[in-house]
């Protein structure tokens, strides 16, 4: 598939899905106002805290603002992966998207590219509006955001895959975005340091990418941190990049293809 083609199709999945969200505009409205009621229930819950509390040496508030707010954008960036499955799935095209000149990694990854524009739009409106709330100075390290922020889509890419694949495989794909989402939060420093945790926690809390995602983009946003204090979440976060991308495309291929093989791939 070349070059050409691809923008093609990308242009095409991105227009339909603007569309869908024009139609649904009432969403944003929706959306808007939840935001906003968060930043407020947080501002406020930071006020309570006091401001003595103040994790990595971060005011609490800027502290939360980045970890609900990037969390919540990693989160949503692997359901997408398993909501275009399952859609397809309900819908009976699965087996005939599949099946097209596209490679079905490829097809599945344009199917996620409004959803993840379309958070990190929110993330953006997140932010700024909480640190203008806040009215932390604060001098980010811009490029060092930029990097984070690519290291940490891969690892989301890669966790959809998987979250896709484990729907292909036995139908339980929300199984992992319910973990990620419900019962990993805590150890990855969303809302509180790690080092408020027990050392055994703390130690696996190391072992999960978002945690390494937290810490390095607060480092570069709220303290506008050198590559050289970047280098270790830098380090980490491309290490599992190159070793989920490859492992999560090899395993998405292989449930496809036992799915194919079964004539399961249109259960859910």
Avoid at 56 to 77: N, R, S, W
Avoid at 117 to 135: D, E, P
């Amino acid at each position: 598939m070349n070059l050409a083609a691809l923008s093609d199709k990308t242009i095409a999945i991105v227009r339909r899905d603007l569309l869908t969200a024009i139609r649904y505009r009432t969403g944003f409205l929706i959306t808007a106002a939840g935001t906003a009621a968060e930043l407020a229930a947080f501002y406020y819950l930071a006020r309570a805290v006091g401001p003595d509390f103040r994790p990595e040496g971060i005011d609490y508030f800027p502290f939360l603002l980045v970890g609900t707010g990037f969390y919540t954008f990693l989160v949503t960036g692997i359901n997408a992966f398993l909501v275009t499955v399952q859609e397809a799935q309900q819908t009976g095209t699965l087996e005939v998207l599949m099946t097209t000149s596209t490679p079905p990694a490829v097809l599945l990854f344009l199917s996620t590219l409004s959803a993840f524009a379309g958070s990190t739009v929110q993330l953006a409106f997140y932010l700024g509006a909480g640190l203008l709330w806040s009215r932390s100075a604060f001098h980010p390290n811009v490029v060092g955001c930029i990097v984070m922020f690519l290291l940490s889509l891969g690892i989301a890419v890669a966790f959809g895959m998987f979250a896709a694949a484990l729907q292909l495989a036995v139908q339980k794909g929300s199984a992992l975005v319910w973990l990620l989402g419900s019962g990993a939060w805590f150890m990855t420093g969303t809302l509180f340091p790690v080092s408020a945790l027990p050392r055994p926690l703390q130690w696996l809390g190391q072992w999960i990418p978002v945690t390494h995602a937290l810490t390095g983009m607060r480092l570069a946003l709220l303290q506008g941190a050198t590559f050289a204090a970047l280098r270790n979440e830098i380090a980490i976060l491309a290490g599992f990049c190159g070793l989920l991308l490859p492992l999560s495309l090899a395993v998405f291929s292989y449930t496809l293809r036992r799915a194919r093989q079964q004539g399961t791939l249109s259960f859910y």
